[in-house]
């Protein structure tokens, strides 16, 4: 399975965009890009997912890199509620058997200040 | 619309004993997944049921079962626990399974064994 790297922590100030960079220099044109996130006490919660094209949704936007081997989370106003541990994971279209297994690396843990 | 919901919250086993931990998913979900969550190990796959049929299992003792049920509600059991197994217990659902889907998890099932 292509692995992902995400530094282990970032630091941000409320109300700044944050970008969270995720590397996985040997995906292949089948992975799909996940982002998921763990807040404090809680179970993790879906933020985004995208192939190729950048995404956005009201939570988050995805960029991707043209070469695929490297993605940014980028939330556009950071709030104190967006402190969390942030992963990166890839998801194979053609891995049928995987089925939704999800394989979290260790994540960025980012820290929001007021 | 309600939430994966997962019972009980909290659980003290004492080794050797055994214990079944419920899962909700989402109306109208039918994959349910389980994962293992430790400070030392992070985010484990333990096992995924789709349509009352496991479709992946994760590299766990066989300690480590699960079921589901024909309303896709889902359970875990860990038989002779031990102290390592302490950890939060995540299930989480999804509508169908696959890359494209995100995934919803619930607040999870604390698990202390003494």
């Known amino acids: 399975d292509a692995k992902t790297t995400q530094p282990n922590s970032m630091e941000s100030n409320e109300e700044e965009p944050v970008h969270l960079p995720c590397n996985h220099s040997?995906?292949?044109?089948?992975?799909?890009i996940h982002w998921y996130r763990q807040l404090p006490s809680q179970g993790p919660e879906y933020v985004i997912h995208?192939?190729?094209s950048n995404v956005n949704n009201r939570m988050a936007s995805l960029a991707i890199a043209e070469d695929r081997k490297s993605s940014t989370l980028i939330l556009h106003r950071a709030t104190l509620r967006d402190a969390a541990v942030y992963y990166c994971?890839?998801?194979?279209?053609?891995?049928?058997?995987?089925?939704?297994?999800?394989?979290f690396g260790g994540g960025t843990r980012l820290m929001v200040k007021p | 619309k309600a939430g994966v919901t997962q019972t009980p919250r909290y659980l003290i086993k004492t080794r050797g004993q055994q214990v079944t931990l419920s899962c909700s998913p989402i109306?109208?979900?039918?994959?349910v997944s389980w994962y293992q969550q430790t400070p030392g190990q992070g985010l484990q796959f333990l096992f995924e049921?789709?349509?009352?049929?496991?479709?992946n299992k994760g590299n766990f003792p066989g300690r480590f079962s699960g079921r589901q049920f024909s309303n896709s509600r889902s359970e875990m059991n860990v038989s002779t626990l031990e102290l390592g197994d302490s950890a939060l217990y995540l299930c989480?659902?999804?509508?169908?399974?696959?890359?494209?889907?995100?995934?919803?998890f619930g607040p999870g099932t604390r698990l202390t064994v003494t």
């Open positions: 049921y789709f349509s009352e049929t496991q479709r």
């Open positions: 994971i890839l998801r194979d279209l053609r891995a049928n058997n995987a089925g939704n297994m999800l394989t």
């Open positions: 995208g192939l190729t």
């Open positions: 040997t995906i292949s044109g089948t992975d799909y």
């Open positions: 109306s109208g979900h039918r994959s």
């Open positions: 989480a659902s999804s509508r169908t399974t696959g890359p494209y889907y995100e995934q919803y």
